[in-house]
């Protein structure tokens, strides 16, 4: 039986948190998770603010019942671009692979994937993902990552059979 995909979504951006801007990305996000078959238990907007990203992440990997926690937003070059950053702050290790797949891919629609520095990581059994913050990119990056997902959270909850992959 396949484990269920329990996910957070979190936009980070400081003019979608002040009400300044609609989030599209963390809209499009929600909608992706939910056509994947995830059970989405929370959806927050948050500032570029480090410290409550970190606090965010913490709080919800440590939960028994999420297994994935997805960002959009704050990856870029910018000043106020920390997502990378808390990430780092809150993960045991790195999931390299995600990250270098979706800018991969990405490098075929735009030159500015170059300049997404989004990492993926594990803490306790939960999966964290750094998403650039355009709807578009939000897209684009969740059609990479979608194949792996259910594997991946099987494989934080204990799941290593392998059958049928060899």
Do not use: W
């Not at 000043?79 to 702050?89: K, L």
């Not at 993960?91 to 520095?117: F, K, N, Q, Y």
């Not at 803490?123 to 709807?135: E, M, T």
């Not at 990119?137 to 059958?163: D, N, Y």
């Amino acid at each position: 039986m396949p484990t269920p995909i329990i996910a957070v979504a979190i936009t980070v951006s400081d003019r979608c948190a002040s009400g300044e801007q609609e989030d599209l990305s963390g809209t499009v996000l929600v909608e992706l998770l939910r056509e994947a078959g995830a059970e989405i238990i929370a959806h927050e907007v948050l500032s570029d603010n480090p410290e409550a990203l970190t606090d965010s992440l913490r709080e919800y990997a440590g939960r028994n019942d999420v297994n994935l926690i997805i960002t959009t937003g704050g990856t870029g070059f910018g000043p106020r671009d920390n997502t990378p950053e808390a990430t780092r702050q809150v993960i045991d290790r790195e999931a390299p692979g995600l990250a270098e797949a979706i800018r991969a891919a990405s490098l075929r629609h735009t030159p500015m994937a170059m300049i997404s520095r989004g990492v993926c990581g594990i803490y306790s059994d939960a999966l964290i993902v750094n998403l650039p913050g355009s709807p578009r990119a939000v897209r684009e990056s969740f059609a990479v990552i979608k194949p792996v997902l259910s594997h991946a959270v099987a494989l934080l909850s204990g799941q290593t059979s392998h059958e049928g992959n060899g």
